[in-house]
Structures are given as structure tokens and as C-alpha cells.
């Protein structure tokens, strides 16, 4: 008796597709509206900060 095996195919070009878009993401550069905000909860942490 021979076992089935199945296609994994799918899953790996659906896994190349996902790699894909968060390199895609990482590789934008960061726009000055974010960076704005991401200073301004700077701010908002440092009194906590010991």
C-alpha cells in the first residue's frame, strides 16, 4: 500500500506572494507625516521613561 501524498504547490507560491508584499513594504521609505506622529508619541512616552 502506497501512501497519497498531496500538492503543496499553492501554499508555497501563496507564501512567495505574502514574502513578496511585506518586502515590497519594508522597502518604501517612511513618509514625513509618520514620522511627525512617531516623534510626537516620542514625546508623549519620555515622561514616563526612568
Given at each position: 500500500?502506497?501512501?497519497?501524498?498531496?500538492?503543496?504547490?499553492?501554499t508555497?507560491?501563496?507564501?512567495k506572494?505574502?514574502?513578496?508584499?511585506?518586502i515590497?513594504?519594508?522597502?518604501?521609505?517612511i513618509?514625513?507625516?509618520?514620522?511627525?506622529?512617531?516623534?510626537?508619541?516620542?514625546?508623549?512616552?519620555?515622561?514616563?521613561?526612568?
Amino acid at each position: 500500500m502506497g501512501a497519497k501524498v498531496k500538492p503543496v504547490q499553492l501554499t508555497l507560491i501563496k507564501d512567495k506572494k505574502i514574502v513578496r508584499k511585506v518586502i515590497e513594504q519594508i522597502r518604501k521609505p517612511i513618509s514625513a507625516k509618520v514620522i511627525k506622529r512617531n516623534e510626537k508619541v516620542v514625546d508623549y512616552i519620555k515622561p514616563f521613561e526612568q
